[in-house]
């Protein structure tokens, strides 16, 4: 089977650098996205790896290491808008069309 | 200019109620999605059509039913709605397999009495 284990809630304050880690096991390994979604809004899209290393984007970059079965998304500068649930997600083995779910981190970044 | 729309955004029923949500994108996918998360915010896969052929049908009761009248459009249709099936309800699409991103609509907050 295919899974995706987050931890459930981060706090950190403003300023600071968070890391969400995802570790997964499966039985093929494609890639990893990672989600953003506010209370009450939509999740999108923030960043995919599909091989081994860093890929960033502004204050956000995604980490990933296949050999481990782990990746990270690292939050730099945190800013209150950041006070958000984060997803990973990866493609499922059997069905290339379909995405196996962490469980969502829930980050609260205070003042 | 929004890209993936669902209505309606709320919905308020009685059990044993009928029901519809509309989604439709201008992205030009060929995918297309229902999710429903529940209140500890899991993503369930519902359905997924790609060009109007149904590619995923999860463990789904029988009294959910999606529609693709074209590759723009997906609808779900719900019979005789229980207090279960109270959730958000998201339509997403993508652009070929799924490592490609999903844009996601803005949910539709269903809420049976």
């Known amino acids: 089977g295919q899974s995706l284990e987050q931890p459930s809630e981060v706090t950190a304050v403003e300023g600071a650098i968070v890391q969400i880690n995802c570790t997964y096991q499966?039985?093929?390994?494609?890639?990893l996205s990672w989600y953003q979604q506010h209370d009450g809004g939509a999740p999108t899209f923030l960043s995919y790896n599909a091989l081994d290393g860093l890929e960033e984007t502004g204050r956000f970059s995604s980490f990933l290491s296949r050999s481990d079965s782990y990746g990270y998304l690292l939050l730099q500068e945190l800013q209150m808008k950041d006070s958000a649930s984060y997803f990973c997600?990866?493609?499922?083995?059997?069905?290339?069309?379909?995405?196996?779910w962490g469980l969502g981190t829930s980050l609260a970044v205070n003042p | 200019d929004t890209a993936v729309s669902q209505t309606p955004k709320y919905l308020v029923t009685q059990m044993g109620n009928d029901k519809s949500i509309k989604c439709e994108q201008n992205?030009?996918?060929?995918?297309m999605y229902w999710y429903k998360q529940d209140s500890k915010k899991f993503l369930k896969i519902m359905f997924s059509?790609?060009?109007?052929?149904?590619?995923i049908n999860e463990t789904v009761p029988n009294r959910f039913s999606p529609k693709s009248p074209d590759k723009a459009h997906l609808n779900l249709h719900i019979n005789s709605l229980e207090l279960g099936d109270s959730a958000v309800y998201f339509c997403a699409s993508s652009q070929g397999t799924g490592d490609s991103p999903l844009h996601f609509g803005n949910g539709t907050r269903l809420t049976v009495t």
């Open positions: 992205l030009g996918h060929d995918t």
């Open positions: 499966t039985s093929g390994f494609y890639g």
């Open positions: 997600a990866s493609r499922h083995a059997g069905n290339n069309r379909k995405l196996i």
């Open positions: 059509y790609n060009n109007k052929e149904l590619i």
